[in-house]
């Protein structure tokens, strides 16, 4: 049980500040939010929020399974996006990506995000 | 095992409102969203978002200590703050005080934080879950 690890993997973005991708404590994965960044060139993805959201939820996927866990066993995802006229797009493609048993969800809009993100999602997810 | 309990801790500003400053529930602890209060005074300190992070930060390792952790035991963190110029120095301050294993990390703009009698504001504030073992 005492499997206290980091997880940082290539699958992802690299973190631009003192952190990690994930962390397991206690039989769960909690990862860092992410953002639409494409991992090998670190740059936004063109396209627009859509485009964004998709990538980013790219991103904690690879986060995941490089954690031994996946979509699938996220617990709690936590979404924070700027323009409240992207709330249909963003509830479309949580639904496309997120399958049941859908996991408790904390979504809402905010000022500003790093470097005029648009969006960014965090989970934490079982590790078993 | 049946050990969840509050900690309010004289080692941090005084809650201002229903909550402690942690909760522990089994071996975690979950640490309430700190600013850059003096715990003597209750004031902002000085020394603009630089200032209030790190004494946002003191509090935070004050608090984990009490509940018998540490900054080196912090899995996730969550950061608040008002101006998106502050980014950059956030960042600073946030890698010179959490060693590494680094914990995970979730942060964003907010229009608002705790408002203030006097002329200073809270521009950030920081929330952490820490392990206990």
Partial sequence: MSTDRTITTEGAPIPRGPYVHAREHGGLIYVTAQIGRDPKTGEFVEGGFEAEFNQAIDNLEAILLASGSSLDRVVKAQVEFIDEGDLDAMNRIYGERFHEPLPARTSFGVAFLWKGAKVQIDCIASAA | ?133
């Fill in chain 2, 1 to 133: 095992m049946a050990s969840h309990r509050g900690i309010v801790s004289k080692r941090g500003p005084q809650p201002t409102g229903s909550y402690p400053h942690a909760h522990i529930d089994g071996d975690m602890v979950w640490v309430t969203a700190q600013a850059g209060r003096d715990p003597a005074s209750g004031e902002l300190v000085p020394g603009g978002v630089e200032g209030q992070l790190n004494q946002a930060i003191d509090n935070l390792a004050a608090i984990l200590d009490e509940c018998g952790s540490s900054l080196d035991r912090v899995v996730k963190t969550q950061i608040m703050y008002t101006d998106a110029a502050d980014s950059d120095v956030i960042q600073a301050v946030f890698s010179s005080r959490f060693p590494d294993p680094r914990p995970v990390q979730t942060a964003w703009g907010v229009r608002f934080l705790a408002a203030e009698p006097g002329t200073e504001v809270v521009r950030v504030q920081i929330d952490c879950v820490a392990g206990l073992g």
